[in-house]
């Protein structure tokens, strides 16, 4: 398994999540609100470990984050960020369970944890702006030859 093919892996279950416009795979030189929300995944660190004879384990930590709507941007009513995230949030933490092997993709998902919604404990920022949103941290056993 490669970091890539985990990406994609990834990237495939963000993009059947409801709501979500982007999980594209190559990373987007900036962000486009007409393609928000979009998730974008970061690959972190990891534990490298010989599992058997010809055979490898890493357990690697992927960051999901998903960028919703900047926060100087947010509207009233159906269209509120805020209310937009929390559903995703529950959603994304589902899509996890549901397929914590990523369609046979990875071994498995060890760890799931989220940040919550931003705005309220941290700031989801990029290029010097702040998004509503939320941040996944995966840790992620993947085996190979």
Known sequence: MTIAATITALQT?????A???????????????ATMPIALVWPG??????QAVGLKRQQREYIVRVYV???AQDKAGPENAYALCNGMLQAFGRAYLDDPTLGG???????ILDSGVSGGTFDLTWA????????????IVEKSA
Do not use: K, M, Q
Not at 19 to 33: H, Y
Not at 45 to 50: F, G, I, L, S, V
Not at 129 to 138: I, P
């Open 105 to 111: 993709a990875v071994d498995n998902i060890a760890t």
């Open 13 to 17: 279950v963000h993009a059947g999540i």
């Open 45 to 50: 660190e990891a534990d490298w470990r010989a």
């Open 19 to 33: 709501g979500i416009n982007a999980a594209p795979t190559a990373f987007p030189s900036n962000l486009n609100t």
């Open 69 to 71: 709507s900047p926060i």
């Open 128 to 139: 010097g702006v702040s998004y509503w949103g939320f941040v996944f941290r995966l840790g």
